[in-house]
């Protein structure tokens, strides 16, 4: 399983101004359904919304990785944004978060889903790759980091 199959390219952003998470997660449901990930964008936000509300994404180290299962979700994507600023995610360290990584997939995908979810955390742990990410001047640049895992 490489990220880089699930990326989806319109739903990759750098230095985004976004004022708060729900305006990242809304930018997310924007570019999937662009994508043809889901049949309205307001499916996306509604299964990326709940899970939120259940408890943080914010990892820590001004990482998010806002995420959702739904059965109206047509295929599993991955999504990646900068923010110019850092946003509120409620993060458990409480740091702000500049790094987003946004992941949806379909109920029965369940597997599959946290399958990746694993395999970026994995990637995010790389030694030197997060400070890679807050340095990429081009979105192909983005591509190359994950290509390289």
Known sequence: ???????????VKLDFDAADKWEVIE???????????????EVIKEVMFSREEIGTTGV????????????KIHRIALGFMRLKSGVDFGS??????DLV???????DQAHAYLKLLAQLSKFLKTEG???????????KDIVGLLESV
């Not at 930018?27 to 964008?41: E, K, L, T």
């Not at 458990?92 to 978060?97: I, N, S, T």
């Not at 790759?129 to 979105?139: G, P, T």
């Open 60 to 71: 820590g180290h001004g990482i998010a990785i806002p995420h959702g299962k739904g059965s």
């Open 129 to 139: 790759i997060v400070n890679k990410l807050r340095e990429v001047k081009e979105v």
């Open 27 to 41: 930018w997310f449901a924007r570019r999937f359904y662009q994508a043809h990930v889901a049949d309205s964008p």
């Open 92 to 97: 458990v360290d409480g740091q702000k978060v």
């Open 101 to 107: 990584f946004a992941i949806v997939a379909p109920s």
């Open 1 to 11: 399983m490489r990220l880089v199959d699930f990326l989806v390219s319109e739903a």
